[in-house]
């Protein structure tokens, strides 16, 4: 997945929550174990140096690197059982000459012929005791095995007040680093496993078919304070509160109202014809809003003064009745059986210009009737007394009845949801249209988050209201 850097910088604000909440989790949890759990530690050091004076031993050797040579050899000298035996000999404390390996480091001083024995423990006393009997036998040791060694303290060992650590303050930055970096690969991650509809522009980038409409999301538009006041039901709520959410309410419709004018424009040059215009407007999977963007859609070009005809072809669930306030029967199933005519299944609605047929009664044999001649001719008559007929039926990847209806039609408009409909079944969606040879008109993206286009219109909104 290619990112460019507005994308990277919009994928980080998206998940900020994510980002802060795991940052401030690793920090707190390095700072409570490094504060709280760990036992402090205690360092204590000698330094030794080494005489490199060996006239038997420099021949084609300078001096520094015959002195680093034997450093090196005298560590490993001191890396020894016999060394760490002796130690706890000496001191008589409860180690095991495992366990003092582990707590001990020796390595040269900036490649000198300095070396340095450190103790690390957690009782700053046996860190002394240790390194003080490294400091004393040490030497000894060395010069047991080679007679002409001169080692001498450069830096003897002093009592560790202090302990060196953990380093709260540097573990916590740690920790907030491993949170931060923790939550940019689970968000990329994210971002590669999740195939959600995520804004317009990526839909744009992954199809080359165009958006039609983008509907906001009014959800972000009131507050959690103001939602928690709507639903109390004993608050008594301010003339300012009551102000407040009317405005919220105009300003919801007045962008709501906008965004489907802007798709009936563009619909308009989709379609360009001066005979009736007939338009599925259908979804790859349901509760993407395929209903609403018809009924909002018919409603739009009826304002237009064009005649519209609303046919609900979803006739397994169908619901526009509901919204106008209508009868279910007689409907589309009526007419298509041949128990009624189109007189009789043809509705009015509260709007100028808008006409519904409503699903009408439940029938056996729905894709078969979708499918049917009765169908082919019905919109056959209708188109002679409409300008425009919209039809709604169910998502073409559950049922193949938007399949039969795309052959009638001029074309089809796919509604899809930002964060709920997946590219996948966009993909399925497109090829059953593609094969049926069904002409795509564009897409419709509803709850498009308000960042996306929909700020222009908040400005004219203001603009267009304020009190002068």
Known sequence: MELSIKEIIDLIYKRLKLILLLTFIGAGVLFTINKYVRKPIYTASVQLYVNPNDGSSTAGLNELNYAQKVVATYINLLRTNTFYSRVLEETGLDYTEQQLRAMTNIQTVNNTEIFQISVYSNDASDSYQLVEAMQYIAPQLISNIKDNAKISVV???????????????????????????????LSFLWELINVKVKSKEELIKRYDIPILGVIPNFDGMISNKQRL???????????????????????????????????????????????????????????????????????????????????????RRGRLHRVFNLKSTPGLTNILGGMKTENEVIQYTSYDNLNVITSGSVAPNPTELLASFHMEELIKNLEKNYDYIILDSA????????????????????????????????????????????????????????MQGSNSKSKYYYYHNKDD
């Open 229 to 315: 006041l709507q639903k109390l039901p004993l608050v008594k709520k301010t003339r300012a509160n009551y102000q407040l959410y009317q405005m919220t309410d105009q300003k919801s419709n007045f962008i709501i109202t906008e965004a489907y004018k802007s798709l009936r424009t563009n619909l308009l040059y989709a379609i360009r014809k001066k005979s009736c215009k007939k338009i599925l407007i259908n979804s790859p999977t349901p509760e993407e809003g395929k209903s609403t963007t018809c009924t909002n859609i018919a409603v739009a070009i009826a304002q237009t003064g064009a005649r519209v005809l609303l046919i609900d072809c979803d006739i």
């Open 155 to 185: 830096d003897p060992v002093v009592f560790p007040e202090q302990p060196s650590g953990p380093n709260i303050i540097l573990n916590t930055v740690l920790g907030a680093m491993s949170g931060f970096f923790l939550a940019i690969i």
């Open 395 to 450: 998502p073409v990847n559950l049922v193949s009845d938007a399949l039969s209806l795309a052959k009638l039609v001029d074309g089809v408009l796919v509604v899809v949801r930002e964060n709920t409909t997946t590219y996948p079944n966009i993909d399925t969606a497109l090829d059953k249209y593609e094969l049926i040879e069904g002409r795509v008109l564009g897409f419709v993206l509803n709850g498009a988050s308000l």
